[in-house]
Structures are given as structure tokens and as C-alpha cells.
């Protein structure tokens, strides 16, 4: 079938964006968790 | 005090303000006068491409110059720490809005105004028996930046990079305005001119929902 | 963690099955033939993208009038997630176009009402960056969220009658033209998996941007002790 290679690509460059942009989302929330864990540390260690 | 007694003084004050000093006005008008210019190098403006162009790029170049021509509008009052002045001073936040976008409007309306015999006379278009309508045009589609613009105004001011921000903000809203109004224009310079009053009808329509919209969020754009 | 890696592994293997659905039962459409199956995801994150814009308005009022944190964090939730779907209804559109009508690029009305909603939004969330201070943040995007919000059926108008005075090549044509029943079945698969994605999507934005907020307040008690 002729432009099926096109909408392979559309839906895989769909995929793609929604999954990058979450795998951003889980990447940025692990990094502030270890923020968290710190920033707690620190004020624990204070007291 | 009532709401038109207040807008009243306050507009007083804004008008008194520049027209002391025309910075304003004549940055302004030099401004679009060099972007009609430039403009001209881009396309050979013989009298049928200078219709089909002519439009867009006056009021393309309109915009650029209301949004550089806005900043100061809530800038001022923030440099010199005015605001709270201001807001004690009338009863309804509103008045504040109010004068300042019939300013606004004013001021852009001037500018227009007097670049349009220059535009005339650089792009071989006929305005004269048409003025009048281009003068409606104009007042409708300037009262349709001033009013969004105005507001972005307040809240570029409380950015960083609001010179970029301010643009950058208020471009992208102003997309019927500026559709509308060139269509309005291009009715009125083409060879049967005419007066499209179903865009007219829709610039009006654009102003009279984003008063609306000013006149119900105005007090929260002027927290500090 | 591992929970939301397990629900984002179960969504994201079901969307690609409902791809794989759509591709195979919906039948293939008389005259444009296979191509037309971009249909069904392009039509699909345009229709996600609008109920996200749609949810940031109610945030963006919702904050304004309650001032909740929890409003702002939905709020910008909602504009970023939308803005991806939008990138996905500009990027399948021209895929669409280019074998069809040998162009990337038509102002067709409603690619160019995308893009136009599309500024709206980045201009949004570059506002967003620019303020430091949360309260002032919140306040003045929410603002900003409304008139966008407010300009958008203007928007929509405006491009179509212009439009319709200056017709180009239409992407996709109608939408529901030559919508065989099979074909609906499988656009409704698609826009059921899409509006779960929708919901994954945001509710991660949403507790990261309550992370952030926490983050912030340790931050700012540690400065002070």
C-alpha cells in the first residue's frame, strides 16, 4: 500500500512526543523527590 | 465620584501627560513610517500589488507599533510607584482601564491617521473618497488593540523581559483583529471600494467582549 | 513510582493497540486510501487539545476567584499537556498533506486556528517563567489564561470567513465526511485511548507541580532558620 510509511510515521511521531514528554514529567518528579529528601535532612539535622 | 467623572480626570491626566512631551506620538509615527518603508523593498508596489498588500502590511505594521508603543502604559506607574495612588484616588478600578485604553486608542488612532496620506502617497492608493470609512475602520480596529493590549499592559509589567513579553503576549490575540481589520481596509482601497460591514460588525463584536472581559477581571490585574 | 510506571506502561501499550485497531478493522477509504487513517489521531489530540484548553480556563477562573493553589497547578497542568497534543495535531496534519496535496503546508482554517491556539498557550507558559514570585505567578497567568481563552472562538471566526474568501486546499477535509460506521468505531477506540492519555498526562503534571510547590516551601523554611 503506497503512504503507509506516512502514516506509520504519523502515528509514531505521535507516540513519541506523549511518551518523551512523560518520561520528562517522571524524570523532573524523581529529581524534586530527591529534593524533598534533602531539603528534609538538612532542616532535621538543624533541629 | 461617578465612573465617567473619574475616567474623565484620569483621561485628562493621560492625555495632559503626553501631549506635554509627544514622545510617544511622534516615536511612534516614525516607527511605522520605517517599517512602510522597509516594507516597500519586499514587493514592487504598482497600484494593483500595492491593493493586494497595501492592507496587511499598514495594519501588520499598526501592531508592532501599539505593541512597543503600550509598554509604558502601567510601566510608568510602576517605576514611579504610583499605582496605589491611583487605585485610592477613584472609587471604581475600573476608571483606571477606562482612560487609559481611550488614550490608548486616541493616540493610535492619531498615528494612523497621519501615516495615511503617506501611505497613500508611497503605494499609489486612493483614499480620499474614502476617509471617512477608513477613519471607522481605523477607530474600531485601534479600540480592538488598545483594549487587550492595555490589560497586557498591566500584566507584562510584572515580568521579567516585559519589553518582549508585552508582544509576545499580545500578537497572537490580536489574530481576528488584525484579519478583520485588513479585510475592512482592503474593501475600502480596492478598485470598487466598499464597506464590509459583516468584518466591521466583527471588530465591533472583538471590542465589545474584551471590555467586558476588562471590566469584570480589571480590579485583579491592578493587585500588586 | 513503580505504580505509575506500571499505569503509564498499561496506557500507553493500550493506545498503540487502538492504533493497531483502527488501522485494521476501519475499512480504507475509497478515494484517498490508507493515508486517511492519520484521520482518526489527528482528529482525535485536536478534540484532547481543545478539552485541555477548556480545563485551563475553568482553572484559570478558579484561581482567580479562589485563590487555591491547587487551581494554578491545574492550570498549568492543563495548558502544557494541551500545548502536546497540539504539536501532534501540527506534525500528523502536514504528514497528511504532503502525499495528498504535495505541500507540507496549507493556512487551511483549522491547521491555522492550531497554530494560533498553539502561540496562545506557549505565550501562557512563557509568562509563567517570567514571574518569580508563586502568588503573582498564578494570578497574572490566570488572567492572561482568560482573555486567551475568550479569544479563541474570535479566533476560530475570524480564520474561517476569511477563509472562505480566500479558499486553499482543506486538510482533512470535513469531519465527518464519508464516516462509515466501522470508521466511527474506530475513531471513538482512538479518542477514548487519547482522552485517557489526556488524564494520565495531566494528573502527573498536575502532582509535580504540587511537588514543586513543597519543594518551594522547604526551601524557603530552610533560608529562614
Given amino acids: 500500500m503506497k503512504n503507509l510509511d506516512s502514516v506509520l510515521a504519523a502515528y509514531l511521531a505521535g507516540w513519541a512526543i506523549f511518551f518523551l514528554y512523560y518520561v520528562s514529567v517522571a524524570r523532573r518528579m524523581s529529581n524534586l523527590r530527591d529534593e524533598v529528601e534533602r531539603l528534609k535532612g538538612l532542616l532535621s539535622k538543624r533541629k | ?224 | ?225
Avoid at chain 2, 513610517?33 to 508596489?45: G, H, I, Y
Avoid at chain 2, 496587511?56 to 514611579?80: D, I, T
Avoid at chain 3, 491556539?117 to 501562557?124: E, M
Wanted: with cysteine.
Fill in chain 2, 1 to 224: 465620584m461617578g465612573l465617567l467623572s473619574n475616567t474623565a480626570v484620569l483621561l485628562g491626566k493621560e492625555l495632559r501627560t503626553e501631549f506635554r512631551s509627544r514622545e510617544l506620538l511622534t516615536t511612534t509615527v516614525v516607527f511605522i513610517l520605517v517599517v512602510v518603508v522597509l516594507f516597500s523593498f519586499t514587493f514592487d508596489p504598482t497600484s494593483s500589488e500595492s491593493r493586494r498588500f497595501g492592507p496587511g502590511l499598514l495594519w501588520l505594521s499598526f501592531l508592532f507599533a501599539a505593541s512597543l508603543m503600550l509598554q509604558p502604559c502601567f510601566l510608568r506607574e510602576q517605576n514611579n510607584d504610583t499605582l496605589s495612588a491611583l487605585r485610592l484616588s477613584v472609587s471604581d478600578p475600573f476608571a483606571i482601564f477606562l482612560a487609559k485604553l481611550v488614550a490608548n486608542t486616541v493616540f493610535l488612532l492619531l498615528t494612523e491617521v497621519l501615516m495615511l496620506p503617506i501611505f497613500a502617497v508611497l503605494y499609489n492608493v486612493h483614499i480620499l473618497p474614502v476617509l471617512a470609512q477608513l477613519v471607522l475602520v481605523f477607530l474600531l480596529g485601534s479600540l480592538g488593540v488598545a483594549i487587550p493590549g492595555t490589560a497586557f499592559s498591566a500584566i507584562s509589567a510584572q515580568a521579567r523581559m516585559r519589553e518582549l513579553m508585552l508582544p509576545l503576549l499580545l500578537l497572537p490575540l490580536l489574530t481576528p483583529v488584525l484579519i478583520a481589520s485588513t479585510e475592512s481596509t482592503a474593501g475600502l482601497l480596492d478598485a470598487n471600494p466598499e464597506l464590509r460591514w459583516a468584518w466591521l460588525g466583527f471588530l465591533a463584536g472583538f471590542d465589545v467582549v474584551f471590555l467586558t472581559a476588562l471590566w469584570l477581571f480589571g480590579e485583579y490585574l491592578l493587585e500588586e
Fill in chain 3, 1 to 225: 513510582m513503580v505504580k505509575s510506571i506500571i499505569k503509564a506502561v498499561i496506557l500507553f501499550a493500550l493506545i498503540a493497540a487502538t492504533a493497531y485497531i483502527a488501522f485494521n478493522y476501519a475499512p480504507i477509504e475509497k478515494s484517498m486510501g490508507v493515508i486517511q487513517k492519520i484521520f482518526y489521531i489527528h482528529i482525535a489530540c485536536a478534540f484532547s487539545a481543545f478539552v485541555a484548553f477548556g480545563t485551563c480556563f475553568y482553572a484559570n477562573v478558579r484561581y482567580v476567584f479562589t485563590r487555591q493553589a491547587k487551581a494554578d497547578w491545574l492550570g498549568v497542568a492543563a495548558a502544557e499537556v494541551g500545548l502536546m497534543f497540539i504539536l501532534v495535531v501540527l506534525i500528523t496534519g502536514p504528514i497528511w498533506a504532503h502525499p495528498v496535496w504535495g505541500i507540507w503546508w496549507t493556512w487551511d482554517a483549522r491547521l491555522t486556528l492550531t497554530f494560533v491556539l498553539g502561540l496562545l498557550y506557549v505565550s501562557y507558559l512563557l509568562l509563567r517563567s517570567m514571574i518569580e514570585e508563586p502568588d503573582k505567578r498564578a494570578l497574572f497567568s490566570a488572567l492572561f489564561g482568560i482573555f486567551a481563552f475568550l479569544d479563541v472562538p474570535l479566533v476560530y471566526f475570524s480564520i474561517r470567513w476569511w477563509r472562505t474568501q480566500h479558499p486553499q486546499p482543506v486538510i482533512l477535509g470535513g469531519a465527518g465526511s464519508g464516516l462509515e460506521p466501522r470508521m466511527r468505531v474506530a475513531y471513538l477506540l482512538m479518542w477514548g485511548a487519547l482522552t485517557g492519555l489526556l488524564i494520565l498526562l495531566m494528573n502527573a503534571r498536575y502532582k509535580l507541580e504540587a511537588l514543586r510547590a513543597s519543594v518551594e516551601e522547604l526551601r524557603r523554611e530552610a533560608e529562614v532558620q
